[in-house]
């Protein structure tokens, strides 16, 4: 199983997050809370924007996050108003950078807990259905990149939503060909620099968790004391794949086969179901 | 450029070939004499038999061959009677070890050296072709490793000359078909672990170098005086893109679009054609 | 806390002890039963001998040893009489193949389990009593290599128990110098290639784990049916920190404060006292 | 033979001077044209500061610097006023990130291309004169970290020219004890965040090259067509191993045995002599 955390909100250093707290993503790392997997040890990835209409900047390593020194050297030395950032439980294939979470593809990022179940058998059929326009940007080969270059093939960019559900319904089509069952499980967010989308679905309806952070106008009233929110806007949010600290009402667990899609101006929650 | 040795007779330390001598593979590697490329400093390989019948096992990096440390511990510690090694220079694609020859498939080993040109263009086309048995199997993106993988597709296993033939026949006209007018360059060296295949072929007839070795009963006559040579069966061969060092008489240049089997009892010396 | 493994006996490949049994060293390296730390992802060396009188050869690795492909390569490849292999879970020092066990000097192997405390306070002290003619030859910066080093100072070349036992002696001194109230823990294994001479030994006389195999003559007339053991010669020894599988009878403790001693002929378990 | 690069001026991409010209730091380190070394693909590192007070951030790696798809991030995504940055071509010493410069004491960087020779003959005589608070931060095992922990020792961050006059007084006296003749050979660059310190010099009087930019200002007269200055500012300096590009009156070369100080209002050039 792997972890995952997306931020978005007033610019901040990426170690607040990933290093500096309890329970951050790094101290995740070493020690699971509510994951199958023991230890995600097996590559991260850092992705982030600036904030000036650029592409965003991906940094990947296939070592374990919590040795990594020069991860800690840029997460101190850069901030950024909008942030990935994934550790890594291989479920089989390579540790290699291109197997490495997040994936970007123009200026968009997408990141992935979960698996698409016997993948080697349905992989191929996978493949063949993406766009020849995007074919050779595959530079890894697992099902959480397979999954992004589908769901750009069904159109990504212009309709975040309708794709990811043609794809994971496309993904259970092709499984069940194959007599697999449970085709999907996942958590998974992508941006485009400006919204985040999250959405929270797998086949057998026993999906890995997905929780947003409260707004921060409330957790403000709920916690006057707790200067270190002053300096947070109140659209600041963080999307994670397990809470990072254990303030109560700080959390929000995304209800079963739901998506959430974290904006300036409204957030947004709303029921989520494969397009067949 | 990329670099490659194939090794073939009574058994010896990789260091023997890799690191020892004068224009060994490693000094190769930081100082081309006959290459277009400056440097081969993105990753290697090295692959080999125990002479067991067992798979060969393969030991592949993405450091430059000449700083990695494990690779002196490893030529110095392992013994083995037919060997790959492999010195890469990037023409794209990630460095990354999968990306790294020599592939491996079942008891084969495949390393090449050249390019399929505009690979982006008919990258998809090539994969297309490979059989779904062999599919998975793929780890990297190399143009390489995909002519591999439909040299195995077209029967490697039993017929290993008509298999390149049709591969290199399909690379040619698959580019043709996208205007490209010299589709292909290429040496190769493969072997299923008892004879060992080397190819020089390029769609425009001027292929990158492969030479042999000298018959060891022959090269024992020529310098009876040198008493290195005793130790090594009549039947030992090297094959190589660029000779590792000046003995005259040593090394023997492979003719333009010829290939060459080494194996027990007969080698064997003749043209190449792509069949269309 | 660290991890590792020393065989003497039958030659055999080293993917029997470190990858193929339940229990086995990377299995461990994953899960930790009876460890203070989770999770031993902080590189992995392994240090061979070739039987045929040649100094060993050694691989070190910074990645997780559960995910290097190239282990699983050596380990199936490589064969041998006697062998360490240790897997690190760092205390600090920076995460470098120079910092991974197990270390070398000569003909001889040398791994740790435990730490110096307040390392750095007497680090200077300690090197200081290196001698001159072995301090070039010193690559990284733990604990664990200062030890080997002034245990070398002290003839562990001719005497290795006297000269561990004036190492302790010396730490424990500088220790108490600074008001390090418990300055040493530890359980070493240090080998010339012919015999195995294994130390349990803190100054709290709480030392971490190490354990011993029974002698195979023995275990034969246990388990006459356990057929995986016929080919094991009857001086065949296993030294572990954790004890790799549950076979009753299989794993004997070695006391606190004891040191054994594994060689063709007899072996040995006495008591371990510092000089001071 | 190493390459650096120090700049201090307007906030500008590191991409700019690392990636993106012809003769950009990168591309020397594929191709020599001045350098006694073939290959800088030995590691590499990157120091730089953030304006805001804070100590610099530095990422190193072992990987060449032409094939590290983090670097080519990073360097795109860190926008900088005063920034240092290396390419390694190992004399010797283990390729670890932690023999890879800048090396960083608190505030302040140094990066070194040159050696101390016979540096295994004087290494212990020059670690033992370094301070004992200084000890335990030196990490790695190269002449060019001894030099910085020995000019630490001398006061650098005092008066940073004395201290360096000192610190190769001292490396030629310990080594003519030994029969060293020509004991050293550097050009290094140090700074505490707001001045450039470069020195050229060696024992025998035939130093390294050392380049400085000329003024921004005057450059600006010399090519008012060349728009891509408009942006920097009149105090912009770069110094190099070798000039980044062919425009003629753009570089100066540092005389022997000479230092230079970069720092808003005046800089200086003046003659650097050991202290003995």
């Known amino acids: 199983m792997c972890r995952w955390l997306a931020y978005s909100g007033s610019p901040i250093k990426l170690e607040e997050l990933l290093l500096k707290r309890d329970h951050s993503l790094i ?9 199958a997997t023991t230890t995600n040890g097996d590559g991260f990835g850092v992705g982030w924007y600036d904030g000036d209409g650029e592409p965003p900047r991906v940094y990947r390593s296939t070592h374990p996050a919590w040795n990594d020194r020069n991860l800690n050297e840029l997460a101190a030395g850069i901030k950024s108003p909008l942030f990935f950032a994934h550790i890594r439980a291989s479920t089989g294939s390579a540790i290699q950078e291109t197997n490495t979470h997040p994936f970007r593809y123009g200026k968009w990022l997408w990141m992935h807990n979960g698996l698409i179940r016997d993948f080697n058998t349905v992989h191929r059929e996978l493949v063949n259905r993406i766009d020849d326009a995007l074919f050779n940007s595959i530079e890894g080969t697992t099902d959480s990149e397979t999954m992004f270059y589908l769901a750009l093939t069904f159109g990504l960019q212009s309709d975040p939503v309708a794709a990811v559900e043609e794809m994971v319904g496309f993904v259970e089509e092709t499984g069940h060909k194959h007599d697999i069952e449970q085709p999907i499980q996942m958590t998974i967010a992508t941006t485009d620099g400006e919204s985040i989308w999250a959405f929270r679905y797998s086949s057998e309806g026993d999906s890995r968790s997905l929780w947003f952070s409260t707004r921060m106008d409330e957790l403000k009233l709920l916690y006057p004391a707790l200067h270190q929110l002053d300096d947070l806007s109140d ?23 739901h998506y959430g899609v974290v904006h300036p101006g409204t957030d947004k929650l709303a029921p989520f179901a494969p397009s067949h």
């Open 27 to 35: 101290d995740q790392s070493l020690h699971s809370r509510m994951g």
């Open 235 to 257: 659209e600041t949010r963080v999307i994670v794949s397990e809470p990072l600290g254990d303030l109560p009402g700080a959390w929000n667990a995304a209800p079963e086969s």
